[in-house]
């Protein structure tokens, strides 16, 4: 036997071990015998012996009716092997030693799987073995046929197979159709996947023929041989891949279940495009190359016939995402494209993708990254302006006109009219917008000089602004006063002090009635001239708290003073103008005074005297303290009666009294 003799036994061998796996229903210890009918009068057997029941003297054929149709069929008719290689036929006639043997191990129930199996993709190897029979012109109607065992002599052995019944006048139903074809497409071809069939034990489906046609060829098989999945099968797995499938075309592929004989069920389509994935390849390696407002991405060229052309595709980031740079594919001899929408110092990822004449795209390159430099000369900035704070300065700029990653501030201080500071660079990083707070704090009496510039995606960086400058007021605070004496005397507070400098422009008072609060400012702030304070609105007999602040200039306070307490004394009392008095008899006798009111903070009182006889009666208070500048006297005693005022100060001191004032009851 030649290599390529023993290499085809081989695999033959192994797909006749998977149909074990499909006919293993033949196997069991009845076995299996097969009929078919082509529904004009050929009946087809097939049949298969338990395992170690192998008879040595053949077969007798016989139908349901009881007639003997063929008394015995033998292995190794010399008629069927002549049909055999001569490497076959040698072995069968070695073969009845062998089976007949009573041995059931794994060796000889493989050996036996092994030659039956041959009968199915071997209608003369069956006919050899003894194992098939064909009818012609059998008498219409349902029969069922019978195969009986016989031994050397002729006689049976008792292994019987009968078949399920069959009418010569009508044909046997095909296999069903296989259900549930897919198909998918990726580099390695197409991959078809169905779903097992049901269990049919009267006539099993064997195996599984493919055709395909499309792309300009007619429908030819797939594979060499009939597929041999097994018993069952995961419909997800692939079954098959065609891996000589034209590419770019659309492909159809029918499935034919195949049974015991070789049938063919009705095939199952399923139609798909093929692209041309080696078309859909990307182009390697992808460079790019930055110049001066632009980028250069270059790529190797390449022939191939379903090959359309190539899209660039360009991301801010190496992970995207990216975006096409042109709604049409580049020609596909192109091997180079100039992006000139970039900025300069903009560092940019790009890849390119292949596509074919339906306008699929390929999967994208390897990407490849550079960055351009700027165009051109950054201009200056303009419009430049600070606004002074308590704490900071704010700078404001109109923004250039191209595009830029963002602007630097500089800053450096005037000390005089010979000193000046180098320019420091305030930001490390550049500020996007034209915006820029300076804070310095509580910093103060002081002149800044602030500039700005435009700096490039590249990081070049244009020329400064024009200087502004910015005087800081003096922030510091004063020291705080001295209060150098107090007096609460006569109903008012005074205090009189001392500023610390020169620096004071104003001083605040604070009053407050507690020694631990801090009070509030009275009054309008006192020049930074002013040595005393006068507080008049303060009532006598009450202490208060005063404490003093010193404001510079520029706003700036100065601690207040420790607490100087002050208590408040009667003030001097002057005789008041004297009343007015007039007597009225009606409706009763009585007599109304008038006269001035009071000052701010005094109340006055009435009082009258009896002047009738020698001796004047004492003074007797009527009315007060009061504010009112009216009052009556309602009990006027007979004769002559005089009255007088007096200002009372809020410690109930009574100052002198006015001139007396007399009238006369002259009764009745």
Partial sequence: MTARSKISA??????????????????????????????????????????????????????????????????????????????DADAIRKLPDVLVKPDAGAKNRQLINIIGLRAFSEPSYARALGLSWALDNVASGNRSYKVEGLDNAGKPTGVQLVSSAVDSAQPTALSPAPSGVQAKVDERGVALS?????????????????????????????????????????????????????????????????????????GTSIRIFYPDFHALEPPQPVTAAGGVGKIVVSWPAQQKPNLAGYIVERAFLHAGPYEALAAQALPPGTSQYEDAT????????????????????????????????????????????????????????????????????????????????????????????????????????????????????????????????????????????????????????????????????QFLVLRSGRADDLGVVIGDPLPGSARQFTDLYVSAGQNYWYRLVTVDKNGNRSDPTPPVAVRVGSPQLAAPPAPTAQFAGTPYPHVVLQFQAPPDGLTLIVERQIQTGTAPSGWIR???????????????????????????????????????????NPGK
């Fill in 194 to 266: 169905w779903e097992a069939p049901a269990e049919n034990r009267q006539l099993p489906v064997i195996a599984y023929a493919i055709e395909r046609d499309g792309g300009g060829q007619s429908a030819a098989p797939v594979t060499a041989k009939p597929v041999i999945p097994g018993l069952k099968w995961d419909p997800t797995i692939p079954l098959v891949l065609d891996r000589n499938a034209p590419p770019n075309e659309i492909l159809t592929y029918r499935v034919f279940s195949v049974d015991a004989f070789g049938r063919h069920s009705v």
């Fill in 342 to 505: 970039v900025r300069g110092g903009t560092t940019y990822y790009y890849r390119v993708r292949s596509v074919n004449s339906r306008g699929d795209l390929g999967n994208p390159s390897s990407a490849a990254a550079a960055h351009s430099q700027n165009s051109g000369t950054l201009p200056k900035v303009e419009g430049l302006t600070v606004d002074a704070g308590q704490t900071r300065v704010r700078l404001t700029w109109k923004p250039v006109d191209l595009p830029v990653a963002g602007y630097f501030v500089e800053r450096r201080a005037l000390t005089g009219a010979a000193g000046v500071e180098n320019w420091v660079r305030l930001n490390p990083h550049v500020t996007p917008e034209p915006l820029y707070d300076d804070y310095l704090g509580l910093s103060s009496d002081m002149k800044l000089e602030y500039r700005v510039l435009a700096v490039g995606f590249d990081n070049a960086e244009g020329p400064p602004s024009a200087a502004v400058q910015v005087v800081l007021a003096d922030r510091s605070l004063p020291d705080a006063p001295s209060i150098t004496g107090s007096s609460g005397a006569n109903g008012k507070t005074v205090l009189d002090f001392a500023p610390a400098d020169q620096k004071a422009a």
């Fill in 622 to 664: 009527i009315a007060g303290p009061m504010s009112s500048p009216t009052a009556t006297d309602n009990a006027v005693p007979l004769g002559s009666v005089g009255y007088r005022i007096s200002y009372v100060a809020s410690d109930g001191k009574v100052g002198p009294a006015s001139t007396v004032v007399t009238v006369t």
């Fill in 10 to 87: 081989l695999i033959s061998t192994a797909l006749l071990l998977l149909v074990a796996a499909r006919a293993g229903v033949a196997q069991e210890a009845s076995g299996a015998l097969f009929a078919a009918s082509d529904g004009k009068g050929h009946i087809s057997l097939l049949w298969f012996p338990p395992p170690s029941k192998w008879p040595a003297g053949g077969w007798k054929l016989s139908d349901s009716t009881g007639q003997v149709l063929v008394p015995k069929i033998s292995m190794g008719d010399a008629a069927a092997l002549q049909a055999l290689s001569v490497e």
